[in-house]
């Protein structure tokens, strides 16, 4: 069964031919080398492009690995290329490529030469594209499935569907797979054996052990406010050990480069500024946060907002945890200051949505307290409420949008309306 993946399609042929490295940045398994080599060398078949035009080099592929060699990947390109018509460049997992920088900029110098690369490491990007390339590398990142991808291959009703997804997650392989024994094996093989087991070599990584319960820890805790002292007075509280808030620090960049959680910052609205500490995190896969903790804590709260963050993501926008500061009188009668936390404020160009995320609205006095951080944002910039059990989209007396998540997910512009 092929999974159409249009909206990452369309990112890679907008970028065609404007003289830069196209970067295709993700989790490992979320499907980057299946857009690349299948999807969008179709594509480029399609469009009339010869196959011996398309150079490929799969570089964690071991008939592959004596071109992991700087020289000699060049050499193989170079021989490749017999004419002066555009010939288009294909590299899997890059970052195995020895001096990997080098030999890119020199693609970039051969005029009929269109150059795409697989990346399953932010660092790549954040630190050798831009300074090697200064504004020549073009990312495209890829998430696993979203909702609507998931969708458009699941043979059910949409609540069944959210229940399977919620619990096993987006990425590809899992989702092509039968039996939930099949899809809950896959994910924790995976997690063990891939993601782990690249950041354990790739940072030289002594004490697993000490990764491993981190993990653990941010698993049990998505959408939660945490910082490394909150989380190295949780290993010495809880599991009775001593690790540096330093050694924390390095572990979540690993855990972050690698793509594996997402880090979202603290947004003061009405003093415009960042709060630098406590962040959230969240889990780019909501499957493999699953089986981290072995199907347990499967809290759909939790859950929901982790998926709403993933699609927010998706969509292009900067996603920051909003903190409203109020003053408010207090029992004794006196005034105090009082936080009110809003899940996401998204930023997209001149589009800004304060949103929250609701599983259930109960009553009256449940939405008095979601919609009570919002009366004190005085911009007109539309505040949402995105509610699990929401039927039909409404607003409410104080102007408040409330929608229903499968309306959110399902409606690429769904902000919008």
Same mark, same amino acid.
């Given at each position: 069964?092929?999974?159409?993946?249009?909206?990452?399609?369309?990112?890679?042929?907008?970028?065609?031919?404007?003289? *830069? =490295?196209?970067?295709?940045?993700?989790?490992?398994? $979320?499907?980057?080398?299946?857009?690349?080599?299948?999807?969008?060398?179709? /594509?480029?078949?399609?469009?009339?492009?010869?196959?011996? %035009?398309?150079?490929?080099? !799969?570089?964690?592929?071991?008939?592959?690995?004596?071109?992991?060699?700087?020289?000699?990947?060049?050499?193989? =390109?170079?021989?490749?290329?017999?004419?002066?018509? !555009?010939?288009?460049?294909?590299?899997?997992?890059?970052?195995?490529?020895?001096?990997?920088?080098?030999?890119?900029?020199?693609?970039?110098?051969?005029?009929?030469?269109?150059?795409?690369?697989? $990346?399953?490491?932010?660092?790549?990007?954040?630190?050798?594209?831009?300074?090697?390339?200064?504004?020549? #590398?073009?990312?495209? %990142?890829?998430?696993?499935?979203?909702?609507?991808?998931? *969708?458009?291959?699941?043979?059910?009703? =949409?609540?069944? +569907?959210?229940?399977?997804?919620?619990?096993?997650?987006?990425?590809?392989?899992? =989702?092509?797979?039968?039996?939930?024994?099949?899809?809950?094996?896959?994910?924790?093989?995976?997690?063990?054996?891939?993601?782990?087991?690249?950041?354990?070599?790739?940072?030289?990584?002594? @004490?697993?052990?000490?990764?491993?319960?981190?993990?653990?820890?941010?698993?049990?805790?998505?959408?939660?406010?945490?910082?490394?002292?909150?989380?190295?007075?949780?290993?010495?509280?809880?599991?009775?050990?001593?690790?540096?808030?330093?050694?924390?620090?390095?572990?979540?960049?690993?855990?972050?480069?690698?793509?594996?959680?997402?880090?979202?910052?603290?947004?003061?609205?009405?003093?415009?500024?960042?709060?630098?500490?406590?962040?959230?995190?969240?889990? &780019?896969?909501?499957?493999?946060?699953?089986?981290?903790?072995?199907?347990?804590?499967?809290?759909?709260? %939790?859950? *929901?907002?982790?998926?709403?963050?993933?699609?927010?993501?998706?969509? #292009?926008?900067?996603?920051?945890?909003?903190?409203?500061?109020?003053?408010?009188?207090?029992?004794? +009668?006196?005034?105090?200051?009082?936080? /009110?936390?809003?899940?996401?404020?998204?930023?997209? #160009?001149?589009?800004?949505?304060?949103?929250? &995320?609701?599983?259930?609205?109960?009553?009256?006095?449940? *939405?008095?307290?979601?919609?009570?951080?919002?009366? @004190?944002?005085?911009?007109?910039?539309?505040?949402?409420?995105?509610?699990?059990? $929401?039927?039909?989209?409404?607003?409410?007396?104080?102007?408040?949008?409330?929608?229903?998540?499968?309306?959110?997910?399902?409606?690429?512009?769904?902000?919008?309306?």
């Amino acid at each position: 069964m092929e999974i159409e993946r249009d909206y990452y399609l369309k990112k890679l042929i907008s970028r065609r031919n404007n003289g *830069m =490295v196209k970067v295709i940045t993700g989790l490992r398994r $979320c499907g980057k080398s299946y857009l690349l080599f299948t999807i969008f060398k179709d /594509y480029l078949l399609k469009s009339g492009i010869e196959l011996d %035009h398309i150079i490929e080099i !799969q570089f964690d592929d071991f008939a592959f690995k004596k071109y992991r060699k700087a020289q000699a990947a060049y050499d193989f =390109v170079k021989e490749k290329i017999k004419d002066e018509k !555009q010939y288009y460049i294909l590299l899997d997992e890059v970052q195995l490529l020895e001096e990997f920088e080098d030999v890119l900029n020199r693609f970039l110098h051969i005029k009929n030469v269109d150059t795409y690369v697989t $990346c399953s490491n932010a660092k790549f990007l954040s630190t050798d594209i831009i300074t090697e390339f200064r504004g020549r #590398g073009d990312e495209v %990142h890829i998430n696993p499935l979203c909702f609507y991808e998931f *969708m458009s291959i699941y043979k059910g009703t =949409v609540e069944n +569907g959210w229940k399977e997804f919620s619990l096993y997650g987006g990425l590809p392989p899992v =989702v092509l797979l039968e039996s939930p024994e099949q899809k809950s094996q896959y994910l924790k093989t995976v997690f063990a054996e891939t993601y782990l087991a690249d950041i354990i070599e790739r940072n030289k990584i002594r @004490n697993a052990e000490e990764l491993e319960e981190l993990i653990n820890i941010l698993s049990s805790s998505i959408g939660s406010l945490t910082n490394p002292k909150k989380l190295a007075d949780t290993f010495l509280s809880v599991k009775k050990s001593k690790i540096s808030q330093e050694t924390i620090k390095k572990y979540l960049e690993y855990l972050s480069d690698s793509f594996l959680i997402n880090a979202s910052f603290r947004y003061d609205i009405k003093g415009k500024r960042y709060i630098e500490t406590p962040l959230k995190y969240y889990f &780019s896969d909501i499957g493999l946060r699953n089986a981290r903790l072995n199907f347990r804590q499967l809290e759909e709260t %939790h859950t *929901m907002e982790n998926i709403i963050y993933n699609e927010l993501l998706r969509r #292009g926008y900067n996603v920051d945890v909003g903190v409203v500061q109020i003053s408010e009188k207090n029992n004794e +009668g006196t005034n105090s200051r009082v936080s /009110y936390e809003i899940d996401f404020v998204v930023n997209k #160009g001149y589009k800004r949505y304060y949103i929250q &995320s609701a599983f259930d609205i109960p009553d009256r006095q449940k *939405m008095i307290q979601e919609e009570r951080p919002f009366l @004190n944002i005085k911009d007109s910039f539309k505040k949402i409420i995105i509610e699990k059990n $929401c039927l039909n989209p409404y607003y409410t007396e104080e102007g408040i949008f409330v929608m229903g998540v499968f309306d959110f997910l399902l409606d690429e512009n769904s902000l919008e309306k």
